[in-house]
């Protein structure tokens, strides 16, 4: 072959190669446009659950195999945490990226107060204000249909969640819990079941009509379970299937409970089903999580210390599932530390959608983290608590806390004094290391109070009819146990 031939068929295959590799990358373009398909949100909230409740987190009683499933598939975090040791300040930060403490949104709705406390709490915000922009209401902004399906507790009537972004609202109230797993619920968003219905069944088949509705355009379910809260009622076949289960030297030994954990595991498997079935499994995006840890002792979140109201990782370590189809590699695990706020960024760097102007997060895009791009930046994370949850065992009295690295500074603000834990070392935090660290102590306390001034964090104030004579609360007076939601 000539030269001349020799290079002319170059150019040709040049040429060709050129073409297919620009319409290569203008199909990848397309396909990162946010006007193309935009992947469905599936976002499956439990209430209560502890680190430790289902299988892949390590229960040996508890059966999950939905929610094993879906980190078989998916990625799981292992140290991810709630904002805050209760439920409805979890919520609000869920859905609006910001801290509980900059919100003002510090404490289950309505909280409560012990009988002699010796710092009063703040004249702290009982609702999510109507000003706050919402992960629906961004979404729906974007074009998705939106749905509140479950527990809402993040105020009366005017706060619904109508009034902050999702279409259809069912079954959300002003109420923590329900008066009954099992019908008559009476619940005022939600018509009535049959005598013996079951409510998480009945909310995860409200969450597949939903889907079949929705399947034409893209939507957001916000699937916020009241499980696995009070009152302690599961299924009665499922109970009876667990009191056989039940033997010596288990942690977990609650028989309803479990029941509770697997009803709702059960709904993970209806709804992912409902999505293969209207061939949306390959573009929803499905989250599985909790707003705060186990309640003690009606669970074990051990090796963590405490559960639910407490400063210490059983209050505030609760399990991430993330599945995100054609990005999340099946069966991975992520051992960087997370917490709620980060969904609100997440989910619209996944979908695609621009936030609202002026919206400010405090959370970060774990894009890197599920992309398996990279580690985030080193950052710190936030709690802040000024109140009491003296009526759960193992609770706590107002406090503050931090974690930068594999350090965790605990303030109390009763008298100020701290505790400081290697979480890497001592996850069970057995071993205050505040004395022999004093510097670390220093670094991260200030940290910490600048955060608060940064914020605008509310503070308790001292009581001026406290009697120090006397005890804060009566652990023993069962009056002050009917509270923490």
């Known amino acids: 072959m000539s030269g001349r031939r020799l290079a002319r068929w170059c150019g040709v295959i040049l040429s060709v190669w050129i073409g297919w590799a620009g319409s290569a990358a203008a199909a990848a373009a397309d396909d990162e446009k946010p006007g193309a398909v935009r992947p469905n949100v599936v ?36 140290q991810n945490y709630s904002a ?54 961004a979404l729906r902004g974007g074009g998705y249909a939106t749905a509140c399906i479950g527990k809402w507790h993040l105020g009366d009537e005017p706060y619904y969640p109508e009034k902050h972004g999702f279409d259809i609202n069912i079954g959300g109230t002003s109420a923590a819990n329900p008066p009954s797993y099992i019908a008559p619920w009476r619940i005022a968003t939600l018509s009535e079941g ?31 379970h009241f499980a696995v809260h009070t009152p302690i009622q599961g299924r009665p076949d499922l109970v009876a299937k667990y009191r056989k ?53 009606t669970t074990s979140n051990l090796p963590l210390r405490a559960g639910k109201g407490a400063c210490y990782e059983g209050g505030t370590r609760v399990p991430l599932i993330v599945y995100w189809p054609g990005v999340t590699k099946a ?45 985030l930046e080193p ?18 009295m107002p406090y503050g806390a931090i974690r930068v690295g594999d350090y965790k500074l605990i303030e109390f603000y009763d008298d100020m004094r701290t505790e400081l834990y290697d979480l890497r070392k001592d996850i069970g935090e057995r ?48 009056s002050g146990r009917k509270g923490g939601k």
Not at 253 to 273: I, K, W
């Open 84 to 137: 805050c040791t209760v439920c409805s300040p979890t919520r609000a930060c869920i859905l609006t990226g910001k801290y509980p403490a900059r919100l003002h949104v510090t404490d289950w709705i309505p909280g409560q107060m012990p009988a002699n406390p010796k710092m009063l709490v703040p004249d702290w915000t009982k609702y999510l204000p109507l000003e706050e922009t919402t992960i629906a209401d």
């Open 194 to 224: 049959k005598d013996g219905d079951y409510l998480t069944d009945r909310l995860g088949e409200e969450a597949v009509k939903f889907i079949e509705r929705s399947k034409d355009r893209p939507f957001f379910l916000y699937l916020s």
């Open 331 to 375: 069966g991975t695990i992520c051992d960087t530390p997370t917490i709620s706020a980060d969904f609100y960024p997440t989910l619209l760097g996944m979908t695609g959608v621009p936030d609202q102007a002026g919206h400010a997060s405090d959370g970060v895009d774990l894009a890197p983290l599920l992309r398996r791009a990279g580690d």
């Open 431 to 478: 071993h205050d290391r505040s004395t022999d660290m004093p510097e670390k102590v220093r670094e991260l306390r200030d940290r910490l109070h600048a955060w608060r001034v940064q914020v605008g964090a509310q503070m308790p104030t001292p009581n001026p009819a406290y009697d120090s004579t006397k005890p804060q609360f009566d652990p023993n007076d069962p």
């Open 245 to 297: 289960k039940l033997r010596p030297n288990l942690k977990q030994r609650n028989a309803g409970y479990a029941a509770m954990v697997e009803a709702m595991d059960q709904t993970v498997a209806r709804v992912r089903q409902a999505l293969t079935d209207h061939g949306l499994a390959g573009r929803t995006i499905v989250i599985f999580t909790s707003d705060n840890g186990g309640r003690v002792p």
């Open 43 to 78: 976002f499956i909230l439990a209430d209560d659950l502890g680190w430790t409740d289902v299988g892949c987190f390590g229960s040996e009683l508890y059966e999950t195999p939905a929610i094993d499933r879906l980190a078989r598939e998916g990625m799981k975090f292992t």
């Open 379 to 396: 950052r710190a994370l936030y709690w802040h608590y000024p109140h009491h949850q003296h009526y759960q065992l193992g609770g706590t």
